[in-house]
C-alpha cells in the first residue's frame, strides 16, 4: 500500500501550498480592507443630509418655507438619495465583510501557521 493515499487533501502539504494559501489569505484581507473603505464612505455619505438638515434648521428664521418650498421639497429629496445611497453602501460592505470572514476561517483551518498569523 502507498503511504501518498492516506494524505489529508484539506491540509497544506508543501512550502508552494503555503505560499498559495498566504497569498490567498492576503487577497481576502486586501478585499476586507475594501470593504471597510466602502462602510466609511457609506458612513460619510450618511452625514451630508444631517448637515444640511442642521443649516435648514439653524437658518430657518431667515426664510419663510412656504416660498422656497419648491427648492425645499428638492433638498429633501437630494437629501433622501444620499441616505438611501449610504444605507446601500454600509449594509453592502457589511454582507461582504461577513462572506470574507468566512472565506478567511475556511483557509485558517487548512494551516495551523496560517491560523496563528490570522487572528
Given at each position: 500500500m ?8 484539506s ?32 458612513i ?17 428664521k ?9 427648492l ?7 437629501n ?7 444605507i446601500?453602501?454600509v ?8 462572506s ?20
Amino acid at each position: 500500500m502507498n503511504v501518498h493515499n492516506f494524505h489529508d487533501h484539506s491540509r497544506v502539504k508543501t512550502d508552494n501550498d503555503y505560499g498559495l494559501l498566504l497569498n490567498e489569505i492576503q487577497l481576502l484581507l486586501s478585499e476586507k480592507r475594501t470593504s471597510l473603505s466602502v462602510m466609511r464612505t457609506g458612513i460619510a455619505v450618511f452625514v451630508v443630509p444631517m448637515t444640511v438638515f442642521s443649516v435648514l434648521i439653524a437658518t430657518s428664521k431667515y426664510y419663510d418655507a412656504t416660498k422656497v418650498l419648491p427648492l425645499f421639497v428638492m433638498i429633501m429629496a437630494m437629501n433622501a438619495a444620499l441616505v438611501m445611497l449610504a444605507i446601500y453602501l454600509v449594509v453592502r460592505s457589511l454582507i461582504k465583510l461577513h462572506s470574507l470572514d468566512i472565506l478567511i476561517n475556511k483557509l485558517k483551518h487548512k494551516s495551523k501557521t496560517i491560523a496563528e498569523l490570522v487572528a
